[in-house]
């Protein structure tokens, strides 16, 4: 089966507090649906010293957010877009964009 949101992928954000971003995906969890943005959807974490003379600190880092939040964004228009799968002569499949018919 074709994913519709791969690794390394540009997306836009498409609702919630980082509505109209861009970012490239890091990683996609496929049994629930969701996936880490790099700059969006930033946590800050407190992280506890656990070892003697080590120091506690504060972390920014992503969190995961739903697929449905995001929408891929087309290569040549610069535009979220959706994407449909087509089968190619030699019975491979590939993603492409509807919205300019370009293979992502």
């Avoid at 969890?29 to 790099?38: E, F, L, P, Q, Y």
Wanted: with cysteine; net charge positive; charged share 35%.
């Amino acid at each position: 089966m074709l994913r519709r949101i791969k690794k390394n992928d540009l997306v836009m954000v498409i609702s919630g507090k980082d509505k109209s971003k861009q970012g490239r995906v890091i990683q996609v969890d496929t049994k629930k649906n969701k996936v880490k943005i790099k700059g969006i959807a930033i946590l800050t974490r407190h992280v506890k010293a656990r070892a003697q003379g080590e120091k506690g600190s504060i972390r920014k880092e992503e969190s995961f957010i739903h697929t449905c939040k995001v929408m891929p964004v087309c290569p040549s228009t610069k535009q979220p877009c959706r994407i449909r799968v087509k089968t190619l002569d030699d019975g491979s499949k590939v993603r492409i964009s509807h919205r300019s018919q370009d293979v992502i």
